[in-house]
């Protein structure tokens, strides 16, 4: 064997282990989601009846509710997913008390307050799981949309505390600042309160099925 295929030959585990842990942090690139960003409220203008201008609305908002940023952490499993392919997530991890993950291995072991770029690691000071019961993983827009409406599986909120946590909550943010490797929700944290705030005041209609 020649010096430079030993070399070679020595490297390879090295760019195998590499990868290996890439791929266990999520870093492996995605493929890329289209993204044409949020049509605005005012697009929907045309629509002159407000029920069916509601559902329009709600479904515009639904490209970011059901965009794998959203949904990994909204399963209905009791582990959470990740990638834009939501595959389970990798090392495994449980729901555990409160979302949290399980003693000795809570969600912030690893995730810290923020996005960890040179280890394709994402975090914020809340990382944790939505409760079982805001699960959307497996459902229609029209299910998850008659979710969000129901107190008991929204968290407690009222119509306008839920336009609030869209428009303004930093948990909610962090799907448009995801941090290296993952591909963001389409549009912006504004432009989507805008369109939740605009549903709940034609009426909060939801898409059939």
Request: a positive charge; hydrophobic letters at 40%.
């Amino acid at each position: 064997m020649s010096r430079r295929a030993g070399a070679f030959a020595r490297l390879v585990p090295g760019i195998a282990a590499v990868v290996g842990v890439a791929a266990v942090l999520g870093s492996v690139a995605a493929p890329a989601l289209a993204d044409a960003g949020l049509a605005p409220v005012s697009a929907f203008d045309r629509i002159a009846e407000r029920d069916k201008r509601s559902v329009a609305l709600f479904q515009e908002a639904g490209r970011v509710i059901m965009h794998p940023r959203c949904m990994n952490c909204h399963p209905d499993s009791d582990w959470p997913r990740q990638g834009d392919h939501m595959q389970r997530h990798e090392p495994p991890v449980v729901r555990g008390a409160g979302g949290f993950g399980a003693p000795g291995m809570h969600c912030n072991t690893c995730h810290g307050a923020a996005n960890f770029d040179p280890g394709r690691v994402p975090g914020h000071e809340r990382w944790v799981l939505a409760p079982i019961e805001m699960a959307w993983v497996g459902k229609s827009l029209g299910e998850i949309c008659q979710q969000l409406k129901d107190p008991a599986r929204n968290g407690g909120k009222s119509l306008d505390k839920l336009v609030e946590h869209m428009a303004e909550d930093s948990l909610v943010g962090w799907g448009w600042q995801p941090g290296a490797g993952r591909t963001p929700v389409p549009g912006t944290q504004k432009a989507f309160g805008a369109l939740i705030q605009a549903w709940v005041a034609t009426g909060a209609h939801c898409p059939k099925g």
